[in-house]
C-alpha cells in the first residue's frame, strides 16, 4: 500500500519541522471492502448503516486533509494552524458547503436554492 504525505523542512527560524500525513486511502480501502461485501450479498444487519456511515467519514477525512494540505500552502506552516483547527472543527455539513468557496477563492460556490 502506497502512503504519501508532505514534508516540510525547516533550516533555519525556529528550526521545526512539518509532516501532513495523507492517510485517505486507508478509508477508501476500507470504503472499497465494504461496498464489495455489498455487491457479493455478504451483508447483515448492519453493512447498510455502516456502510454510510463510512462514507461519510471518509469524505469528512478527505475534505479536512485537502483543507489542511490548502492552508499549508496558502499561510505557510508558521500560520496555518488556526486556519486549519477552525476548518476542522466546523461541522459536516458546513464543511461541504464551505469547502468548493475556501479551496476556488471564493469562486466557486454551492447554490443552496437550487434541487435536483
Given at each position: 500500500?502506497?502512503?504519501?504525505?508532505?514534508?516540510?523542512?525547516?533550516?533555519?527560524?525556529?528550526?521545526?519541522?512539518?509532516?501532513?500525513?495523507?492517510?485517505?486511502?486507508?478509508?477508501?480501502?476500507?470504503?472499497?471492502?465494504?461496498?464489495?461485501?455489498?455487491?457479493?450479498?455478504?451483508?447483515?444487519?448492519?453493512?447498510?448503516?455502516?456502510?454510510?456511515?463510512?462514507?461519510?467519514?471518509?469524505l469528512e477525512y478527505s475534505l479536512n486533509y485537502v483543507i489542511a494540505d490548502y492552508c499549508l500552502n496558502t499561510?505557510?506552516?508558521?500560520?496555518?494552524?488556526?486556519?486549519?483547527?477552525?476548518?476542522?472543527?466546523?461541522?459536516?455539513?458546513?464543511?461541504?458547503?464551505?469547502?468548493?468557496?475556501?479551496?476556488?477563492?471564493?469562486?466557486?460556490?454551492?447554490?443552496?436554492?437550487?434541487?435536483?
Amino acid at each position: 500500500m502506497n502512503h504519501f504525505g508532505r514534508l516540510i523542512i525547516n533550516v533555519k527560524g525556529n528550526g521545526k519541522s512539518h509532516f501532513l500525513w495523507n492517510g485517505t486511502e486507508s478509508y477508501y480501502k476500507k470504503l472499497r471492502l465494504a461496498y464489495k461485501d455489498i455487491q457479493d450479498d455478504n451483508i447483515n444487519e448492519y453493512s447498510h448503516f455502516s456502510f454510510f456511515i463510512l462514507c461519510a467519514a471518509t469524505l469528512e477525512y478527505s475534505l479536512n486533509y485537502v483543507i489542511a494540505d490548502y492552508c499549508l500552502n496558502t499561510y505557510g506552516p508558521e500560520k496555518c494552524k488556526p486556519y486549519i483547527e477552525g476548518y476542522t472543527s466546523l461541522n459536516f455539513k458546513k464543511k461541504i458547503l464551505m469547502t468548493p468557496s475556501i479551496l476556488s477563492n471564493g469562486e466557486l460556490i454551492f447554490n443552496e436554492d437550487k434541487t435536483a
